[in-house]
Every structure is written in structure tokens, then in C-alpha cells.
Nanobody, 115 residues
């Protein structure tokens, strides 16, 4: 019933930029924070950026100053602007939304940073 769909991933050169988008459909009770996570094979899923309902943001240290998370509540969307991309940013990026008592996940979008 609830779906989160990511888009905007792809192959980009080091130093380049990408903008990820996530649209949420269906009803999420008490939606609060939304965020972006990434994962590579053999490693745990890592939080990249979070944004609270009031607009407060937080980022993993490795992306501070380069990534910006934003949300549009009227459109039920969350975005991640990624600048100055590095090879270590490569991974599958997942959209996340926090409701009452549970979390919702998208299917992910691949981001590859390579020459």
C-alpha cells in the first residue's frame, strides 16, 4: 500500500553531481523524519542524510559540505543533491520514511562514481 520510489541515480565522473528524488505514495501514519541511506555489497546500510519534519538536517561526516537533503511535504517527496562526488560515494541509495512504530524503504537507485 505504501510505496517509495527513488530516481536520479546513474554513472557520473568524480567531481560531478547528481540529484536523487523519492516520491512517497500511500498513507504513512505519523510521518516524521525522512532520509537517504546507502549500501554496498558486504557492508551495512549506512545513513547518509536525514531531515526532520521541521526541516532540521543531519549528515554523515563523509558527505558534509557536499550533499544537501531537502523535502517537499506538499508533493510527498524527498531529495538528495550530491555535489563533488567521489568514488567512495558509490553504492545503492535508498529512500526512507519514518512513521509511527515502523520505517518504510524504497527499492534503491544505483549511484556509481568512476572515471
Amino acid at each position: 500500500q505504501v510505496q517509495l520510489v527513488e530516481s536520479g541515480g546513474g554513472l557520473v565522473q568524480p567531481g560531478g553531481s547528481l540529484r536523487l528524488s523519492c516520491v512517497i505514495s500511500g498513507s504513512i501514519l505519523g510521518i516524521n523524519a525522512m532520509g537517504w541511506y546507502r549500501q554496498v555489497p558486504g557492508k551495512l546500510r549506512e545513513v547518509v542524510a536525514l531531515i526532520a519534519s521541521g526541516g532540521t538536517t543531519s549528515y554523515v561526516d563523509s558527505v558534509k559540505g557536499r550533499f544537501t537533503i531537502s523535502r517537499d511535504n506538499a508533493k510527498n517527496m524527498v531529495y538528495l543533491q550530491m555535489n563533488s562526488l567521489k568514488p567512495e560515494d558509490t553504492g545503492v541509495y535508498y529512500c526512507n520514511a519514518e512513521g509511527v512504530g515502523r520505517f518504510y524503504w524504497g527499492q534503491g537507485t544505483q549511484v556509481t562514481v568512476s572515471s
